[in-house]
């Protein structure tokens, strides 16, 4: 893994796609603003885009779905006394917003996970017309005169439809400038393979498929882009959470469920063999995915301005070699 490991150092910056953008290692996925689980107070988010700002941070990512767009509204609040040439921001399409007729005083969308009033409803548009109405709309939200690079949200069960709709007009977005880059963000790494090879999208954002516990996209995805030249992010790193601290507690899930004892007793060991290097878990976590030459920046969430820089600083510690070749060693990481 020597020659992984030279490939970058952790507070460079990488290109990210072909149009010219770059990014350093950590973004700020900002789902959280969203109300994702639950409410944000009005003293809590607005620190969270500065927090991140002084943090070093300069790459954002949201979409329509988190919060029916108070996501990119919160976003566009917090970026707006910032630089725009100064930061790198991205998008999804795939789920265009409606008002929504049956909204009742009191109905909200924590069914989707989103604790926000659900004044709009969500629409599966995949076509061209679907692409440019979400962009406009996002425009709006975000209130920024122009959007970096847009994803392809979700479309495990639209796959047609994205081929044959989202991607030629994105396509066409890109060719025009309206946009720098494009691809495709999945929680799967099969599809976002397939997309590699059948279109000339020039990044993917994988969750959870490249991680110190899944390492699928290693045999798929990580090669695909590799020969054509697609930038990697990968997002969900600590795996909904079992990585995120130091040791796993009891209760900790995997994949957005309980995570099984075995699983758990994997974490332990890497912990144990970690903890002579002065190294933790998340660290690990987040610098894993960053060794591959293809994988560009990794993604967190965040629900607070702690939280923010607390994550941001997950990559400052240098992680020797030795320790990687022990993981190794031990069949812990492929």
Sequence with gaps: MATMDSVHTLDAARPYGRGGLTVGPVGYGVAALGNLYAARDDSVWPQCVPAAWDAGIRYFDTAPHYGLGLSEERLGIGLRELPRDEYVLSTKVGRVLDPNPDYRDGDTDIENLFAVPSTRRRRFDYSRDGVLRSVEDSLDRLGVDRIDVLFVHDPDDHEREALEGAFPALDELRSQG??????????????????????????????????????????????????????????????????????????????????????????ERIADIAAPYGVTVPQLAVQFPLRHPTVATVVLGAESATQITRNAALGDVVVPPELWQELEEAALIS
């Excluded at 790494?189 to 290693?218: N, P």
């Design 178 to 267: 309206v946009i720098r880059s494009y691809g495709a963000g999945m929680n799967q790494s099969a599809m976002l393979s397939r997309f590699i090879r059948e279109t000339d999208l020039d990044i993917v954002m994988c969750a959870a498929r490249y991680t110190l516990l899944d390492q699928g996209a290693a045999l798929d995805l990580l090669p695909a882009a590799a020969e054509r030249g697609v930038s990697v992010a990968v997002a969900a790193v600590f795996n909904s959470g079992i990585l995120a601290t130091d040791r796993p507690p009891a209760d900790a899930r995997f994949d957005y469920a309980a995570a099984p004892d075995g699983l758990r007793a994997r974490v």
